[in-house]
T-cell receptor, first 113, second 118 residues
């Protein structure tokens, strides 16, 4: 079974600084998708970024970028120029076609003004 | 686009009663919908996968007779918590995957429903 591990229960960053959230996963598949979701206090799940495993290039969405290391099964999220609105729970997730979406335990990000 | 709604957003019910939660895909058709449960400060736990026109597939440990799922149309899935007890109190989230095999990896989440059983 696939597992997703987020080793940082909480992280803190100063506004305008950069922070990296870690995620590792375990799979025997070669074709899969990885995601970072944001869950703010409203608890609405918001897709931050998606990475297809067959793509070597790291995905980027504005201030959000990932470091995808397929061999190491690592998928970290970098948030640049952190803003107060970035404070939320962040979940790493894995998906293989035909299987369910598997979430990590989450990282609570606090942004200090 | 790709909006999913849930109703109600918050419900309180008495122990022993049943409560129904609706999940709707507003601007797309969803052959497959998913129901998650989230406890405070924890991750999402998949309860069941709902496929339009067929029986839901429940994850291990989820009581199918307690959590009834119906996916009668391509835009609506319902979760009924039967004979609710205080331990069923939780945050329930649905998600919907657009119809089409090539889009199976896409899931759009509803805003969630907070259930409190007294």
């Amino acid at each position: 079974a696939q597992t997703v591990t987020q080793s940082q229960p909480e992280m803190s960053v100063q506004e305008a600084e950069t922070v990296t959230l870690s995620c590792t996963y375990d799979t025997s598949e070669s074709d899969y998708y990885l995601f970072w979701y944001k869950q703010p206090p409203s608890r609405q799940m918001i897709l931050v970024i998606r990475q297809e495993a067959y793509k070597q290039q790291n995905a980027t969405e504005n201030r959000f970028s990932v470091n995808f290391q397929k061999a190491a099964k690592s998928f970290s999220l970098k948030i640049s120029d952190s803003q107060l609105g970035d404070a939320a729970m962040y979940f790493c997730a894995y998906f293989h076609p035909g299987n369910m979406l598997t979430f990590g335990g989450g990282t609570r990000l606090m942004v200090k003004p | 686009g790709a909006v999913v709604s849930q109703h109600p957003s918050w419900v309180i019910c008495k122990s022993g009663t049943s409560v129904k939660i609706e999940c709707r895909s507003l601007d797309f058709q969803a052959t497959t919908m998913f129901w998650y449960r989230q406890f405070p400060k924890q991750s999402l736990m998949l309860m069941a996968t709902s496929n339009e026109g067929s029986k839901a597939t429940y994850e291990q440990g989820v009581e199918k007779d307690k959590f009834l799922i119906n996916h009668a149309s391509l835009t609506l899935s319902t979760l009924t918590v039967t004979s609710a007890h205080p331990e069923d109190s939780s945050f329930y989230i649905c998600s919907a995957s657009p119809t089409g095999r090539s889009r199976a990896y896409e899931q759009y989440f509803g805003p969630g429903t907070r259930l409190t059983v007294t």
